[in-house]
């Protein structure tokens, strides 16, 4: 039986689609995953591995308004960031090789995460950057659907030290379900989520 904790920033974005979508130029945020991993693994390396961690996801779409003033180029828009705070729990299927000095690990398998909260950061850039507030988002809107079910796979190496295992690691994951519950009109969004992170984990 292995705790322990891992911290990976987070590269994510989501799939907009369907017949009534109006954004467009949609972009990649970096985030933050971090939380308690529990593993455990047979003698012939096949293993489990669940935990709970907390994960700040969103995109980034920009419209933008470029002109000239006496032949010079001006760029002018404004950006808007939705972000969404997750709490996920994951239920891989692990397999562990190698000798004692260092270990290779990959995972897989589903998860379930549910958004706690979210909000809109504004900016506009016109000549320079600047802020034009965060408003918060009501995720209990009927056009928001907070839980969501996933897949996820993990491939890295760990390395024993004493008690202990220091582990790198890169993840993958992506949402089977939409964010949006929108009744009227077709629209649908799903993130995911590229990360590269570290763990250490005390060995009982």
């Given amino acids: 039986m292995e705790i322990g904790g891992e911290i990976a920033p987070s590269f994510s974005n989501m799939n907009i689609g369907g017949d009534y979508n109006l954004i467009n130029n949609v972009s990649h945020i970096t985030g933050a995953k971090t939380g308690i991993t529990l593993k455990y693994y047979s003698p012939l390396g096949l293993g489990v591995e669940t935990g709970l961690q907390y994960h700040l996801t969103g995109f980034k779409v920009k419209q933008g308004l470029d002109f000239e003033v006496y032949n010079l180029p001006v760029s002018a828009g404004v950006t808007a960031i939705p972000r969404f705070h997750f709490l996920e729990v994951p239920a891989l299927l692990s397999y562990r090789t190698g000798g004692n000095k260092i270990h290779g690990i990959f995972s897989a398998g589903p998860y379930v995460a549910f958004a706690v909260d979210g909000e809109i950061k504004t900016r506009a850039n016109f000549l320079i950057d600047f802020n034009l507030g965060t408003y918060d988002l009501n995720l209990n809107n009927n056009i928001f659907n907070r839980w969501e079910i996933g897949l996820m796979a993990k491939a890295g190496f760990e390395i024993p030290i004493q008690d202990f295992k220091l582990s790198f690691f890169g993840s993958f994951q992506h949402g089977l379900n ?27």
């Fill in 178 to 204: 939409d964010l949006s519950d929108e009744p009227i009109l077709d629209i649908r969004t799903r993130r995911y989520a590229l990360g590269l992170g570290t763990g250490l984990a005390y060995v009982f």
